[in-house]
């Protein structure tokens, strides 16, 4: 298991509570890039890094005839959406999710025989993206659909980040996890399109979004502690918790309530697999 898969079991219900609802919006929008192939006929989706399953619990919801595969690296996230699955469509419904720990360059599937791939904010993560668009146009049938929706790189900087980093700082912590583990942000919408052609897919499609989400101070402070950087806070000892989470509220306090939109740049992305 990779250092990112062991991540996500040990955060997987921080991620759920906090980080979640911040990609909802913005991932449940790429099913508009899939509406097309469903109406083909199309009733096997796979999607690729599931995570608690927001992307295939919305799937399921919008069309009633697909089944949905959910691959992840993490058992714990897995599990996650299994649950969310059962508590959020009825029993008649469940079967039609299935959850599989794989990696997304190693995908547990025959050569041609999904119907469709989507992936949301996933594939700025893998280790090498060009191999996991090969991995996935590989299990694809011939004219079978990917579309996934990642981060754009940016200079972009979160105003509340900048007063905890400096806190941090201040008290002798260093962010070992370099920021937030994005390793591979989509520089521009031309290279997504490079990227899906090269790793064989025709009909490419790209266009860059924006992502917007409103935090308040409590919500800003639950995603930090619970899953962006629980590990840090599991450090310190209780009584140096307390005395830091007291000045980092007050100093988030003064800052204005604009200051807690969270705005970051995206990119969707979708083509159709050659039959080459």
Do not use: C, K
């Amino acid at each position: 298991m990779t250092d990112q898969a062991a991540r996500f079991d040990r955060l997987a219900a921080g991620y759920e509570r906090w980080w979640a609802p911040v990609l909802a919006p913005s991932a449940v929008a790429l099913l508009d890039r899939l509406e097309g192939p469903i109406a083909t006929g199309i009733r096997h989706l796979v999607d690729v890094g599931t995570g608690t399953g927001t992307l295939a619990i919305a799937a399921l919801r919008r069309w009633p005839d697909v089944r949905v595969t959910g691959v992840d690296a993490s058992r714990e996230m897995l599990g996650a959406a299994e649950a969310l699955v059962a508590e959020r469509l009825p029993a008649t419904e469940h079967g039609r999710f299935e959850g599989r720990v794989a990696f997304a360059d190693e995908l547990p599937f025959a050569d041609a025989s999904i119907d469709a791939a989507m992936s949301s904010f996933v594939l700025q993560l893998v280790p090498n993206r060009a191999r996991a668009l090969r991995e996935i146009r590989r299990v694809l049938r011939p004219g079978g659909t990917l579309a996934y929706v990642t981060w754009m790189g940016e200079d972009r900087r979160f105003a509340p980040d900048a007063v905890f980093d400096q806190l941090l700082a201040e008290a002798g912590y260093e962010d070992e996890e370099g920021g937030d583990g994005r390793v591979g942000d989509v520089p521009s919408v031309g290279v997504a399109i490079g990227e899906l052609r090269r790793a064989g897919f025709r009909a490419v499609e790209a266009q860059a979004g924006d992502l917007t989400y409103a935090f308040t101070i409590d919500s800003y402070l639950g995603f930090l502690t619970e899953f962006d950087e629980e590990s840090t806070f599991d450090e310190m000892p209780r009584a140096e918790r307390r005395r830091f989470m007291v000045t980092l509220r007050e100093r988030l306090m003064a800052m204005p309530e604009d200051a807690f939109t969270f705005r970051a740049g995206i990119v969707y992305a979708s083509g159709i697999r050659s039959d080459g």
